[in-house]
Structure formats: structure tokens, C-alpha cells
């Protein structure tokens, strides 16, 4: 037999290095070469104007936490604090049209300070008042992080407190003195995702070298994580270990003091939190010996699961139909708390523990909307809700989920005219005849000519949601403009559960895009848009999503935004923390695998000659997550093929592409700018 020819080296694969000199200056240049074709456009001026004007107005909604000690906290970004500042105030004052905010952590001062662009990444904060946190903050929005223990009550770092060097860390409060870390304890100990693999218990006053060792994974994992359960007073009752085995695999263990024991659940299940002595789990599979489907919502008595660790027993709290998902949990003092969607359209149930059982209570909120929880407390039984439609401006409301009664907090002002338009639901078919929905924000009187340049969103993995919201950016830069804007809820997102999701992994990856060209069709067909008209976004997921619409059905669009994506889909697994998504798209290493991914990887599925319109790619030189090798690397094919390309690369911003609303505003007049010379001119 004859051995397969060996595969000719990658001429690109220099712009894999990251700060890489050759490969910064290709980025450079390419970014100098496409923003005076983008922003030496007329339009680009006014649009930017007013994409800095939504992004950094202050009467935008705070999304606001219950703290343990009773006040709103919330992190808020403005043009006078472009980093942004950590900051509390009281329920009274924050029902006031003015409230009176207390600086927590200032970081625009912090960044000043230090000299780093510090990007705020959350705080971990010990119950039950949150005084004491673990702030996260990162260099230029990457996704690896310092970790610095915070006072919020005295408003300043704990003077020799817990700190961590800079990595993609995982900890846990046990109590005021312990701390469960998984980070990169000696350099490069870390899995081949880059995520770390061992945990340690760490004690106040101790160096890190003297944190105690009580679990190890593989390097072959993604990731290991610590949780600890606490009761609503604060006192943890289980300390877990979440061992990823891929993205969606998962070993529970927990921590007893004779050592880690693995529990007997499901790995495609997920802890979603603790209450009333019950562990609340989602299910992403089936569960055929305890009797449960995948989408289920069960509940495990944690004594019971404590003393028979090989047989855990549940108990059903929810099961959604075929056309609803359970998007969010959460957990107050006494209750647990689910968003569910019914064919994308949100409510909220309350169940409380009722004997073996649950009862459910709906709260009386918004219908036909997309609703949030934005914060659950542990001290009692409020709820931070956030309530939002294509057209409606976003609404906050304080619920209590033991006695109903939701109370409207804030209220967006309208931040585009939207009494033209109007929301609509079509149905799409996709090659397996599987229906598929999307949504259709349109003007009133539109005409069904095909002369409607239209902006096609989607994702399609990861079970992720994309429900309806009100884009205020969208609203005014396309809608006021007279575009029309589509979001598509396609096969490997979560609109309709688990079941959605794993009908698009792996081997069966092609569904996701067939379901995406069903709706590109789909809108053409309705006279809607036409390929002249119709421009597609995406980014990450929806990136490598954009690039396998280029590669495999260019006849249909005539701009493509492509941001911070997936390329490369035969390299993935070696370029940033590709390793961990093997569970998502497939193993190239594995033939039937490889075999598919080489199908629709986009990089290796470009080529010359073909009606491929002018593309936008963007990515982020500080992105460790997507690396921006990526889009470098289908730029430069791109060039050597001959094709006309736009390609922008800011230098920090990480995974989100922005470190700041200021750069946020500038990419998005960049991208509808472009939008308009492609489907308006």
C-alpha cells in the first residue's frame, strides 16, 4: 500500500505567533490598509458619533447584583470611566432617578496607576455579606487574569491578602481562610487547552508554593474547576470538583475527607446550584437509569447523596416540551428559579420545595419577550430580572420569588425609532426537513421586491440562545436606515434544549450550516432580500460559521462580517484553546472526524477563482481564547488567492474584540459602514 503523501507545510502558520513580529506587522498592515476604505467614507463619521453616544450613555440600565450585605452592586462603563468602576449603592437610592453610587474599585485609576490597561473580569465574593472578593483582572481583555483579594466594605485590596500571578485560574471560597485554586501552578502545567488541571487547598497567610494538593486531572482534560455549596447563611455544606473531560463531558467529584470521590452522576449533566438541602441539575443527556430525558431539570438530596455516593437518587422538578428550553437557573433562599422558552419567547417559574416534590409559580411578567435573571439573592428570595424584545427598550425589574409580585425598576429610554417596524416569525426548512425558526425586524412598509438590504445574524453552537433583544446599535445604525435585520435560531444553539444542540456535533456539523443556508434561502424566497442584498454576521462560533457560508455558498451573500472566528479547523485543536472544543466540532486527528472537518473547514476549503464577495474580518491581537492566527491566516490566503478583503485586528480586547466602550464604538461604525457600501450602496 502506498503511504499518503505527507501534508505540505502551512506557509501561514508564522502568523500563529501570537505577538510574533512577521505576524504583528501583517496585522498592522492589513488594518492600515482597510480602515481608509471604511472610515474615510462619509458615513462613517455620524455613525460613529452615534455608536459612541449609545454605548457610553448613562442612562443606560446598571445591571445590578444583590449583594449579601443588601446593597446593588454593579460594574458601569462610561465615556468618563472607559474602563469603568465597580460600585455599590442602596435599593432605596437605586429606586431613585439618581442614585447615589459608592466607588468600589475605580479602573480606569487602578490602570493609571499601574500602568496596564486593566480589563475588569468579576469578583468572587465570600457569603453571605460579599465583603471579602477575589477581583479578576486582565491584561487587554485576555482571558488569563491576576487574582487579588478585595475588601468591598473598606474599598481597597486586603493588605497581604490571597493574590494570583496572571492565568486562567478557577477558585473557591471554603471559608474566610481557604481557598480551593486550580491554576497554572508551575509554568506550563496546564492541560492542552491551556486550562489548569490540579487543585490545591490554600490557606491565609501561606505562600502559594505551600497550597496542598487534593486533586489532579490529565493534561488531556479541558479543565478543572472547584464549587462549593453553601447553605443561605454561608456555610459550605460540599466542596465539588468539576472535571471537564471535554467541553460537555464532566465528572462530578466531590471532596470528602478521606479524599475526592467521583459521584455517580451523568457527565453530560450540570450543577446549577443549591437549595432547600437539594442540588439542582440540568441534564444535556439522557439519564435511563434514574428514568430522566435530556432537558430535564432534577433535584439530588444532598445528605442522601453524601451517604450513598454510588446510587444518587433524583427527583423531577421540571421536563420542557419539544419546543421549550430551560435557558437559565438560579436560586434564591428558598426557591429555585428557571427562565424557561417556549419557541423562543421567555417566562419565569418559581418552584418551591414541596415534600419529594416541587410546585411551580409563573411570575406575572412581560410576554413575547426575552427575560433574564440577572441576579438571585442568597439571603431571601428577590430576584433581578431583565426584560427585553427586538423593539422594546430594555426594562429591570425587582421580583420576590416566594410571594410573586415583580416591581418595574428601571426602564431604558428608546434609543431608536422603531414605530416603523415590526417583529415577525417565519419558519424555515432545512435540508433534513427539520424546521427551523427565525426572526424578522422589518419595516412596516417594506415591499416584498428582494430590494431589502437585510443583516442575517446567527450563531449555532455551544447551546447557546440567541433570543430576542433589543439592540440599540442595530436599532439605530441599520433599522433607522431602512435595513432589515434577521436573527436566525439554528441547530447547535440552546432555543430548543439540549436535543437542538447535539443534533449539530461533531458528524453531524453540516446540519448547523444547512439550517443557515434553509434561512438565507428561506428570505430570499419571500422576496425579503435578495443576494445582492443580503449580508450575514457572526462571530467566534458564528465566525467559523461566516467562513463556511464564504467557502460553500458565496452566490448568496454580498458582505460577510467575519468576527474574531474560527478558521483553521484542521489546526484548531493546536491554536489557543482550540483543544477544548474537540467535544463541539470533532477530533482532526480522528479520520471520520478529520474527514468532516475538512469538509467545511473554511481555511483549507478556500479557492481561487470563485464569486466570494468583499469580506470583513476582525479579530483581537490579545485574544486567547479564538486565537487571532485565524483570521490572520485566512486574510493572507485571501491575498495570495487574489481576492478584495477588509481586515481589522485592535491590539487589545481579548475574545470580546474591545477593551473599552470607546474601541467597542469604533468597531461597530466600522461594520456598518462597510454594511452599507455593500447592501445599501
Known sequence: MVAAPAPKPDPYAYLEQIDGAKALAFAKAETDRSLPQLQDDPRYGALHAEALKIVTAKDRIPAVAIAGDGALRNFWQDADHVQGVWRATSLASYRTAEPEWRTLLDVDALSKAEGVTWVFGGASCLKPDDRLCLVRLSNGGKDAAIVREFDAQAGKFVDGGFSLPEAKSNSAWIDRDTLAVATEWTKGEVTQSGYPYIVKLWKRG???????????????????????????????????????????????????????????????????????????????????????????????????????LAHPRAHLVLRPTRSQAIEEVATTRDRLVVALYDDVKGEVLA??????????????????????IGSASDRDDRLILNVTSFLEPDTQWLADAAAGHPEKL??????????????????????????????????????????????????????????????????????????????????????????????????????????????????????????????????????????????????????????????????YTHIGAGASWVGEYGDPAIPAERKVLLSYSPYQNLRAGQPYPKVFLETSTKDDRVHPAHARKAAAKLEALGYDFLYYENMEGGHAAAANLNERALRVALEYTYLMQRLMD
Open 206 to 308: 501561606e505562600p502559594l508554593s505551600s497550597a496542598r494538593e487534593v486533586f489532579r486531572g490529565s493534561v488531556k482534560d479541558v479543565a478543572v474547576s472547584p464549587l462549593v455549596l453553601r447553605d443561605p447563611d454561608g456555610r459550605a455544606q460540599a466542596v465539588l470538583l468539576e472535571r471537564a473531560l471535554d467541553f460537555f463531558n464532566t465528572e462530578h467529584v466531590l471532596l470528602t475527607d478521606s479524599g475526592p470521590v467521583k459521584l455517580a452522576l451523568p457527565t453530560r449533566s450540570t450543577i446549577q446550584g443549591y437549595v432547600a438541602g437539594q442540588v439542582a441539575l440540568t441534564l444535556e443527556q439522557d439519564w435511563p437509569e434514574a428514568g430522566f430525558k435530556e432537558g430535564d431539570l432534577v433535584a439530588l438530596d444532598l445528605a442522601e447523596l453524601k451517604a450513598d
Open 351 to 372: 418552584f418551591a420545595r414541596n415534600g419529594a416534590g416541587w410546585t411551580a409559580t409563573r411570575l406575572d411578567l412581560p410576554k413575547d419577550s426575552s427575560i433574564h
Open 410 to 571: 428601571k426602564s431604558l429610554p428608546a434609543r431608536f425609532d422603531a414605530s416603523k417596524d415590526v417583529v415577525e416569525q417565519y419558519w424555515a426548512t432545512s435540508r433534513d426537513g427539520t424546521k427551523v425558526p427565525y426572526f424578522v425586524v422589518r419595516p412596516k412598509a417594506m415591499k416584498l421586491d428582494g430590494s431589502n438590504p437585510t443583516l442575517l445574524y446567527a450563531y449555532g453552537g455551544f447551546q447557546v440562545s440567541q433570543t430576542p433583544a433589543y439592540a440599540a446599535t442595530v436599532g439605530k445604525l441599520w433599522l433607522e436606515k431602512g435595513g432589515v435585520y434577521v436573527v436566525a435560531n439554528i441547530r447547535g444553539g440552546g432555543e430548543f434544549g439540549p436535543r437542538w444542540h447535539n443534533a449539530g456535533l461533531k458528524l453531524n456539523r453540516m446540519r448547523v450550516y444547512e439550517d443557515f443556508f434553509a434561512v438565507s434561502r428561506d428570505l430570499i424566497a419571500r422576496k425579503i432580500t435578495s443576494p445582492r442584498r443580503l449580508g450575514i454576521m457572526g462571530g467566534s462560533n458564528g465566525g467559523l460559521l461566516m467562513g463556511v457560508a464564504l467557502t460553500k455558498h458565496p452566490e448568496l451573500y454580498r458582505a460577510i462580517v467575519i468576527q474574531v472566528p474560527l478558521f483553521d479547523m484542521i489546526g
